[in-house]
Structure formats: structure tokens, C-alpha cells
């Protein structure tokens, strides 16, 4: 009888190593901090090297929401919370077709790699800047704004939106990807989560000062029109048995 021969699967230590430095600054990096940008910096600081990798893992569904956004040829794009600027790799070559991409983030950290990126990449019309999702001006109105797991941590998120409609053109496209909970009471077809899901998840991120809040999704349907919107579940690395519900929407701002 022919016997099945399994290689057992190959451990890779220095991801490994990785992963743990990142699980150790998720659990004991300061979160304290004077100013808001102070609390991001102090927390990103020490496993900027590190994020992306973790990240693919942990923040799911980017790539399905970047590629399902109508972006218009010779387009502007602010990434808002971008971080390492990683969105722009699901786009690939049409980068290139875009006039602009800024990603804009108050971890310098951050964007120190998010700028080594678009070096290597030669992309030459994308920039990072360091600046509040909340007030940061381009210098023209943009035609798609995206936020990829940042609005859960910005504090005012009422006036990130609020920003977001106002930099944007009339007909402009909002797409957002993000951990969330469901209302007690939630819009019929919207997904109801139970007593556990509602009280686990805030607690949890919120010791990294991430807050999932019933009230994003409600209120990007209220101020946009919106394109499509869907509901998830997405594994958590070394939580066997945990999947942190996410969503992905996108909405236009009226012409
Ligand atoms: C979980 S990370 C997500 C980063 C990136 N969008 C991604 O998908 O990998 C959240 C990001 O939001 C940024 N951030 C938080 N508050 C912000 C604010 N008020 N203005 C700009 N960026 C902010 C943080 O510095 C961080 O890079």
C-alpha cells in the first residue's frame, strides 16, 4: 500500500519572530499620550517595520474594497489613515493612470515606509503627507476618498466624514472597510449581532484604541448615496475560533 508522505509544514521562524514583536506592541506599546498623534505615533512607532505583514493577515477585505471602486482615469485619490501606504498595491499599474494619490496619516513612522514604498514602486504622482483626516485640504476637490480600518480610530469620525463630503467632488465616491458592531436594533436586511459580539469586540480593540461603533455604517448611508455596502467576518490571527465582523461600503456624494 502506497503510504502518503506529508512534509510537515516549514515554520518560518522570522516571521514568526515578527509576529511576536507586533503582538507584543499591540499588548504593551504606550497609548497614552498628550495629543491624539502622539497616542498614533507612540503605538505605530515601534512595529512600523512589521505592520504590513501582520495587517494582511488582520485587516481584511482591502483588497476586494480597492478593487471594486470605480476609480476615473486621471482621478485624484486621498487614502485617509493610510499608514504604509499598502491600499496602493491592489491597484498595481493603474496607479499610473490616476493624476494623483495622497495618503495622509499622522504616524510619521508610517509614512517613513509608506514613502520608501512609493520610491521603489516609482510611482511619481503619489505623496504622503502628515496631516488630520479631519481637516487636511488638498489642493483640488478629490474624486475618491478611502479609509481602510482608520476610521475606527480616529476620535471625531463624525467630522472625518463631514471632511471627506466636503473635499470631495459632487458625484465623488467614499469607500470605507472597517471593524464595526451591529446596532441592538439594526435597518432591516443590515445583519443583527448578539449580546456578545456587541459588548466582546469594543472592549477588545479598545485596548489599542480602536472602537468599533454601531453608528459609522448609519451615518455614511446618511450623508452618501450609497453603492454597495456588505457584511463579514474575518479570522484573527492566533484567535482560532474568533472572526471580528468588518464591512465594506461605498457610497457617492450627490452630483
Ligand atoms: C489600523 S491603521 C490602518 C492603516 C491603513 N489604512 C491600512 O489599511 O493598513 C489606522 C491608521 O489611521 C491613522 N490615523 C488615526 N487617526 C488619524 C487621523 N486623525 N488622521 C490621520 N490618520 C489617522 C493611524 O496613524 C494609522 O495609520
Known amino acids: 500500500m502506497q503510504t502518503l508522505r506529508t512534509n510537515p509544514p516549514k515554520i518560518n521562524r522570522m516571521s514568526f519572530v515578527r509576529d511576536l514583536r507586533v503582538i507584543y506592541n499591540l499588548a504593551f506599546a504606550p497609548k497614552s499620550g498628550a495629543s491624539h498623534r502622539e497616542r498614533m505615533e507612540g503605538f505605530y512607532g515601534a512595529q512600523a517595520e512589521d505592520y504590513d505583514d501582520f495587517r494582511r ?37 493603474r496607479i499610473g493612470e490616476l493624476k494623483s494619490v495622497t495618503v495622509v496619516d499622522l504616524s510619521p513612522s508610517l509614512l517613513r515606509i509608506a514613502r520608501e514604498r512609493f520610491r521603489s514602486r516609482r510611482w511619481n504622482n503619489v505623496h504622503a503627507v502628515e496631516a488630520d483626516a479631519t481637516s487636511h485640504v488638498p489642493s483640488e476637490p478629490a474624486d475618491v476618498v478611502t479609509f481602510s480600518y482608520s476610521l475606527t480610530m480616529i476620535p471625531d469620525w463624525f467630522a472625518a466624514i463631514d471632511h471627506a463630503h ?27 449581532h448578539g449580546f456578545a459580539t ?12 480602536v472602537f468599533p461603533s454601531p453608528d459609522h455604517v448609519p451615518y455614511l448611508q446618511r450623508r452618501f448615496g ?21 464591512y465594506r461600503f461605498v457610497g457617492k456624494k450627490a452630483d
Open 198 to 209: 456587541r459588548f466582546f469586540w469594543p472592549a477588545w480593540f479598545s485596548i489599542d484604541n
Open 166 to 192: 466636503k473635499i470631495l467632488k459632487p458625484g465623488g465616491i467614499i469607500a470605507v472597510v472597517d471593524f464595526y458592531v451591529g446596532r441592538k436594533f439594526p435597518a432591516p436586511h443590515a445583519r443583527r
Open 226 to 246: 450609497q453603492i454597495s455596502f456588505s457584511e463579514h467576518r474575518g479570522k484573527i490571527p492566533y484567535l482560532a475560533g474568533l472572526r471580528a465582523p468588518y
Open 57 to 93: 493577515r488582520l485587516l481584511k477585505g482591502r483588497r476586494e474594497l480597492m478593487r471594486s471602486i470605480p476609480f476615473p482615469r486621471n482621478g485624484t485619490w486621498i487614502d485617509m489613515g493610510g499608514g504604509t501606504g499598502s491600499n496602493l498595491e491592489y491597484l498595481g499599474r
